[in-house]
Structures are given as C-alpha cells and as structure tokens.
C-alpha cells in the first residue's frame, strides 16, 4: 500500500501511536507499505506551534528524519490540481495533501471528511 500521511496522522504516528486507528497504525508500520510525508504538513504543524495551538518539541523533525517515511516534494503538477480543485475543502495545506495524493495514486492517511468529496482513496487515521 502506498500512503501519504496528513498532518496529524504524521504527528501521531511520530509521538502518539495509540491516537492513530488500528488499521492505520498496522498499515503505517507494515514494512511492504511504502509511506510518505508532505513538506505541507511540516509547514501546517510548525505555523501552528508558533501561532501557540501546538505544543511541539524543537526536535520533533529529528523524529520525522529518523523515521522510515519518505519526503514528498511538493512538484508543480500538485499545485496545479490543488489550485483547480473544487472547493469542498478552503484548507491550503488540506487541498495540498489532496492533489498530492490524487496525482501520485496514493492513500490519504487522515480523519478529514471533507477529503472524500475529491474522490482521494483514504483510510481512516
């Protein structure tokens, strides 16, 4: 399985395993599944530690670096969809994750509903 984490399943598969559902946490720990993270996410999470919603460590990147997930780089052909989407979803960094998923024939890792009105495959963080 090919999988791309959201912003809060990439922090709770990080610091807090047990948040995430059961069939996500065996499918993000499966060796055969190949997973990967968006700059968005990091950019999402670190605009919320510094606006004070987040409580984040300083090192928690070392932890995403340490990790077997790999870095999706945000190309020109995601932002391309993600500008043409419909607007389901107003979220930047959601709308992001969404076309990266859909133009690289991945599995959204995530709790957000509003994902499903683009026809992304999911499953449940």
Not at 41 to 64: C, F, M, T, Y
Request: net charge neutral.
């Amino acid at each position: 399985m090919r999988l791309l984490l959201d912003s809060h399943a990439l922090l709770w598969a990080l610091t807090a395993p047990e948040k995430l559902s059961a069939d996500a946490a065996r499918e993000i720990a499966a060796a055969a599944n190949n997973v990967w993270f968006s700059p968005a996410s990091v950019w999402e999470l670190e605009i919320k530690r510094a606006q004070g919603k987040l409580d984040l460590p300083h090192s928690w990147l070392n932890a995403v670096e340490r990790s077997r997930f790999a870095e999706l780089p945000i190309r020109s052909s995601h932002t391309t969809i993600a500008g043409r989407l419909p607007w389901h979803h107003r979220d930047p960094f959601d709308r992001m994750l969404i076309a990266q998923a859909l133009v690289e024939d991945l599995r959204l890792v995530t709790r957000d509903r509003l994902s499903a009105a683009y026809g992304v495959k999911m499953l449940e963080a």
